[in-house]
């Protein structure tokens, strides 16, 4: 369930893959790079805006929030699709 912090809404901790899954080796990207990722809680499903933060060939890590608030899950790399441009 979500939770107010702030006067923000606060997602809380999405589902990670376990390292087994994401493999390896991870690399860091030099700047986050903005996207859409599908993520999965234990209660439904959500796609929000996000940064990757690192990949593997199978997986990215995702992060979303602001701040103290941030939250981080490893994602399959299918569930993350460049954020749109707005011009």
Known sequence: MARRRRDRWALGPAL????AAYGGPVYDLPAPDPVLVWLQYPDR????EAHVIAWTDRAV?????FGQAAESAWVWRDAVR????HR
């Open 16 to 19: 990670s893959l376990p390292e």
């Open 45 to 48: 499903a959500l796609e929000v």
């Open 61 to 65: 890590l995702v992060e979303w929030g």
């Open 82 to 85: 460049p954020r749109p441009t």
